[in-house]
Nanobody, 119 residues
Framework: VQLQASGGGLVQAGGSLRLSCTASGNFLSIFIMGWSRQEPGKERVLVAQ???????NCHDSVKGRFTISRDFAENTVSLQMNSLKPEDTAVYYC??????????????WGAGTLVTVSS
C-alpha cells in the first residue's frame, strides 16, 4: 500500500494550505485515513483522522481551523488548514488503516510533506 501526499509548502501566519493524500495498492478497503505531524525533536502526534463513519477526530489545537475530508471512492484524504500559526510548522504524514483480508487492520504512513508557517 502506498500513500502519496501533496500540498505542503511555505505560508505566512494566517494563511491556508491544503494537503491531499491518495492511497493505492492491494487492499480491500480503508477504514481510517488521516494526518499526523512531527516537529523537530518531538514525537509524532495525531492531527486529524476520519473513519468510514465519516466522523472526524481532530486534535484540540486544530479544531476550528483544520478540516479533514475523505473521498471514499477515490481513496483520498484531504486536510484543509486555515488560520495557520507558526506552531503548525511540522512534517505532516498521511496515514491509513486498511483491510487487506485478514482480521486485523494494517497501518501505513506516507513519506511526509513539510509545512512551514512563517510569522
Amino acid at each position: 500500500v502506498q500513500l502519496q501526499a501533496s500540498g505542503g509548502g511555505l505560508v505566512q501566519a494566517g494563511g491556508s494550505l491544503r494537503l491531499s493524500c491518495t492511497a493505492s495498492g492491494n487492499f480491500l478497503s480503508i477504514f481510517i485515513m488521516g494526518w499526523s505531524r512531527q516537529e523537530p525533536g518531538k514525537e509524532r502526534v495525531l492531527v486529524a483522522q476520519m473513519s468510514t463513519s465519516g466522523n472526524p477526530n481532530c486534535h484540540d489545537s486544530v479544531k476550528g481551523r483544520f478540516t479533514i475530508s475523505r473521498d471514499f471512492a477515490e481513496n483520498t484524504v484531504s486536510l484543509q488548514m486555515n488560520s495557520l500559526k507558526p506552531e503548525d510548522t511540522a512534517v505532516y504524514y498521511c496515514h491509513a488503516a486498511v483491510n487487506r483480508g485478514s482480521s486485523d487492520l494494517s497501518w501505513y504512513w506516507g513519506a511526509g510533506t513539510l509545512v512551514t508557517v512563517s510569522s
